[in-house]
């Protein structure tokens, strides 16, 4: 029988790039979704019987689970928030960050003395966990959209979570990391009847990352 196409649900934007780049060096080649001037959202390389396509992160899972996707990559922030039935496969070392409590100096002090404050983010779900149930710390989430760095600056709220790379934007807000909460990295998922039904395949791919990614 004929192999089918597997189809890869990528993080639109860097992690993309970083990406492709890696299934390069296995000799995949798929040049159009490195055209920046492009619209198109899907792509293929017919040799490998690969297919792409570009999605916002945190759709990513979502397209993974329903099987719209066999394999998915995307950062760990997200899966870890969005609480979706995949399986990660492999951590692919590449798009290192952290996720943080930051705010300014001053809002140490309620973090130390558990003082019921405000958190803003993008990440509910990652935040209550770490207040709630690591730090037994009663807070108000505020669900924000982006940039949360605005919050504590325009006293929204007194800390925000989320997550820190260079910590620029921290820094040309006035703001600092006041604890850190996990470390992050991009991870391949599957679902799990992909993973049964094109387990060899599957399997194979991975383990040709492995040999050619430093991770
Ligand atoms: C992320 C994050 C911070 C910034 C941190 O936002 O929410 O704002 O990057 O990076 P830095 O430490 O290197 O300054 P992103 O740029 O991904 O935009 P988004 O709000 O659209 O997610």
Not at 37 to 59: C, M, N, V, W, Y
Not at 125 to 140: E, G, L, P, R, S
Not at 143 to 162: A, F, H, R, T
């Amino acid at each position: 029988m004929e192999d089918r196409y597997l189809t890869i649900a990528l993080c639109k934007g860097r992690v993309a790039n970083q990406t492709m780049e890696l299934l390069e060096n296995l000799g995949i080649r798929c040049d159009e979704i490195k055209d920046k001037s492009t619209r198109k959202l899907i792509f293929q390389d017919d040799e490998h019987k690969l297919r792409f396509f570009l999605a916002k992160g945190p759709d990513v899972p979502t397209y993974v689970e329903y099987g719209a996707a066999d394999l998915g990559v995307v950062g760990s922030d997200i899966i870890e928030e969005e609480q979706r039935r995949v399986i990660e496969l492999l951590d692919l070392g590449f798009g290192k960050c952290r996720m943080c409590v930051c705010g300014p100096k001053e809002a140490k002090e309620l973090l130390l003395h558990r003082e019921q404050i405000r958190v803003a983010t993008k990440y509910p779900v990652i935040a209550k966990d770490y207040f709630h149930n690591k730090k037994y710390q009663t807070v108000d989430i505020i669900k924000l959209n982006g940039p949360v760095e605005l919050g504590p600056i325009v006293e929204l709220s007194d800390v925000i979570v989320d997550i820190v790379e260079t910590g620029s934007t921290l820094r040309e807000n006035g703001l600092d990391v006041l604890e850190e909460i996990s470390p992050i990295s991009s991870r391949l998922i599957v679902n799990r009847v992909s993973l049964k039904m094109q387990k060899e395949r599957i399997e194979k791919l991975v383990e040709d990352i492995k040999s050619k990614n430093v991770l």
